[in-house]
């Protein structure tokens, strides 16, 4: 292991590492990963607040190109290196992800990527067997699904979970109007230039998210995330409730 310091600030060289691994897929890959990585404020608060335990089975349920892979890769090697802050939460490290996504496209740039240290599998959320796990990540992709159908997805995943698992769940809160209705339109526009196709969304308040959650046997937190955005997105930290 190497002897060399913890860094004060060590998102820079998490957000280098994360990238580097998608210059196999391409200049078009690399710099999406270095954008949503660097602007979306829930990747830096999963790694402060260790919200992901080291060693981990994760499940990233809309994993995209596997930019949460990446990034869990990057905070391994920065922890071997001896650079992880002391301020922050012990480092995610060598945790094992798998992670599912529609996108034909983006499966194929996660293997390109990084098929040598996760699994990506290419199908639909609401068909795709679940892995056993200890953290379930789902970012900004329930809404694409009708209300019956994120029930049903939810009620799998909490199936799926360890007993003292958790699950990271960010939505949209329909009560923020401005917001959730900025959130609509460039969920709309994304929809349509991956799919060309009108995606109905589903969204829900926060208070029913909640409730929903409860009723499946998890203890819920949540706090605001969309830092810097005009978003009306929320985390909620939801922890498989002890019998």
């Not at 802050?85 to 012990?90: G, H």
């Not at 329909?174 to 900025?182: I, K, N, P, V």
């Not at 339109?185 to 909640?210: E, H, K, N």
């Amino acid at each position: 292991m190497s002897s060399a310091s913890p860094l004060r600030d060590p998102w820079p060289a998490l957000l280098d590492a994360a990238s580097e691994p998608y210059r196999r897929a391409g200049p078009v890959a690399r710099h999406f990963a270095r954008g949503k990585l660097g602007h979306d404020p829930v990747f830096q608060q999963l790694l402060r607040q260790g919200l992901i335990a080291p060693r981990a089975r994760v499940l990233d349920i809309g994993c995209g190109q596997g930019l949460l892979a990446s990034l869990l890769r990057a905070c391994t090697l920065l922890a071997q290196q001896g650079c992880w802050p002391s301020q922050w939460a012990v480092a995610p490290a060598a945790t094992h992800v798998t992670g599912i996504d529609l996108q034909q496209r983006d499966i194929a740039r996660a293997w390109a990527s990084l098929g040598d240290v996760a699994e990506f599998v290419c199908g639909d959320m609401r068909q795709v067997p679940f892995p056993e796990a200890d953290t379930v990540v789902l970012l900004d992709v329930l809404h694409y699904i009708n209300v019956t159908e994120q029930n049903e997805v939810l009620a799998r995943v909490r199936r799926a979970l360890h007993p003292q698992g958790t699950l990271l769940l960010r939505v949209g809160d329909a009560t923020a109007r401005l917001g959730f209705r900025f959130s609509q339109w460039v969920d709309t526009a994304v929809a349509w230039a991956r799919t060309r196709r009108v995606v109905p969304l589903s969204g829900r308040p926060l208070a029913a998210w909640v409730a929903q959650l409860e009723s499946l046997g998890f203890e819920v937190r949540s706090q605001p995330m969309s830092q810097g955005t005009l978003f009306s997105n929320v985390l909620l930290v939801a922890k498989v409730r002890a019998v």
